[in-house]
């Protein structure tokens, strides 16, 4: 089987690299994206995003797309032309008004479908609503190869569950969602996976079945969090600690363990619209799914409050304050900084007149300096704070000498909950 499959992963970032590393044990594969500097990196062997560690990337690579078993990683349209298999891992953002911007994918569908077969297998991994496949992609497909659908070629889709950061639920570990066009392509794309997601696939139905299975992974996660979010504002109000209350109510079997916190990144925060906006074109207007986007989108502005409430009560003039922030990447231990709901955080603050410094040690500063306009340090800095607020739970920072960093009035607030008593207050 491996000699007659070459596989194209379109798209090599958080989700596409590793998939394209993974399937390159077994298979051909070519991994294809328009960022040019990104292919140089990853052919150097390095990997920015730092999902997939210096000497696993280096050694799948191979240094020519010719069809040996391995990596090899492209801009050129012709080293993907004779793939039998071409998965689809380009981003699905919001526009500023949060509608789904489906702009990577009609482009990347316009690329495959200009190499497209008789034979061939389109399988999309990007988060979409129900129905993004069959009838917005594969209509690309069809216009641009001059082929027809499950006549001519097929499609597939099978959702990506990765947890960037995570090295314990690597891909190969989660297990994975597929789908085909028709039931018997339902079962090559499932034999595709199997042969290296370890943790076993599961078929669903349709293609359909398979996209809203993910929306809703995820939609599910943002109301959850939502909840304990609003369980904070509470509990604020009340003066009990809310991680309290979560630990003592998470020792009933089914209490579902969420953290309150901010709801970043592009997945979690961004995939509800998707649904929201499917559901609206159909006539029903989500109710519960938007109101938990509501709550998690204002959770910036309530640390900001907080946080000069906290000041205050210490008697430290907020005006003219230094204040440290304590990460600025959407999640721990990842450098990813789209999306990250700290810069809401930063910019109320700013207009309670204070001085920001962030320090972050994974993100990379010219990139946050290009998305927001903000200047942060990789090094520690020397200075004194008069407040520090943890955003972001790095391990670099859980063994902080925070009596270091504080002037004499100094507080510590702490958004994660993971500092214990060295917080003064937690969210
Ligand atoms: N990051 C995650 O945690 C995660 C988890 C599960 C699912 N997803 C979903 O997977 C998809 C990809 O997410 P990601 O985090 O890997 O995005 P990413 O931004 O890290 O990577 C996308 C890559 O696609 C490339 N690209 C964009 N347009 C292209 C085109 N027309 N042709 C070729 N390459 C193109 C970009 O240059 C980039 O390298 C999204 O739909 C996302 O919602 C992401």
Redesign the pocket.
């Known amino acids: 089987m491996n000699k007659d499959i070459k596989i194209a992963i ?7 690299l590793p998939l394209a590393r993974l399937f390159a044990t077994k298979f051909s594969v070519i991994g ?4 040019k500097p ?1 292919v140089a990196e990853l052919m150097s062997g390095i990997d920015s ?1 730092l999902e997939v560690e210096k000497e696993l990337l280096q050694s799948s690579l191979v240094d020519n797309p010719s069809g040996e078993v391995g990596l090899y990683c492209s801009t050129d349209l012709k080293d993907i032309k004779d793939c039998n298999y071409y998965i689809i ?4 953002p919001v526009d500023k008004n949060n509608r789904p911007d489906l702009t ?1 994918l009609y ?2 569908s316009e ?1 495959v479908g200009k190499v497209l077969k008789i034979g061939d297998i389109v399988i999309y ?3 979409v609503y129900p129905g993004v496949t069959e009838d917005e992609c594969v209509p690309v497909l069809e216009k641009v190869s001059g082929l027809k659908f499950n006549q001519d070629f097929f499609a597939g889709y099978s ?6 950061g995570d090295k314990e639920h690597t891909v190969d570990k989660i297990l994975k969602v597929t789908a085909g066009s028709t039931p018997e392509i339902g079962k090559k794309v499932d034999d595709l996976y199997k042969a290296v997601i370890t943790a076993g696939t599961h078929l669903a139905p349709t293609i359909k079945v398979a996209e809203a299975a993910k929306v809703i992974e995820n939609s599910q996660r943002d109301i959850n969090i939502a909840f304990v979010n609003e369980l904070a504002k509470i509990f604020n109000m009340l003066d009990i600690d809310t991680n309290d209350v979560l630990e003592a109510a998470g020792t009933k079997w089914n209490f579902l363990p969420f953290k309150p916190g901010l709801v970043g990144g ?2 979690i925060g961004v ?1 509800p619209y998707y649904l929201a906006q499917k559901a609206q074109e159909v006539g029903y207007h989500p109710e519960i799914i938007l109101a938990g986007r509501r709550m998690n989108d204002s959770m910036g502005q309530y640390v900001a409050s907080e946080v000069v409430k906290l000041m205050l009560q210490h008697d430290i003039k907020v005006k003219g304050a230094n204040v440290l922030i304590l990460g600025i990447t959407f999640k721990e231990n990842c450098p990813d900084v789209r999306n990250t709901k700290v810069v809401d955080v930063i910019k109320n603050l700013k207009e309670y007149g204070v001085n920001i410094t962030i320090y972050d040690p994974l993100a990379n500063p010219s990139e946050v300096k290009h998305e927001y306009g903000l200047e942060t340090t990789r090094d520690l800095p020397k200075q004194k704070f008069d407040s520090i607020v943890l955003a972001v739970a790095h391990k670099e920072f859980l063994d902080l000498e925070f009596n270091e960093l504080k002037s004499q009035k100094s507080v510590v607030y702490d958004v994660k909950g993971v500092l214990g008593d060295k917080c003064d207050k937690k969210l």
Do not use: A, M, Q, W
């Open positions: 379109i798209g090599l970032g958080y989700v596409g294809f994206d328009i960022n990104r995003t891992t380009v981003p699905t990577p482009k990347s690329t991994e990007s988060t959702p990506e569950r990765i947890n960037p592009h997945c995939d």
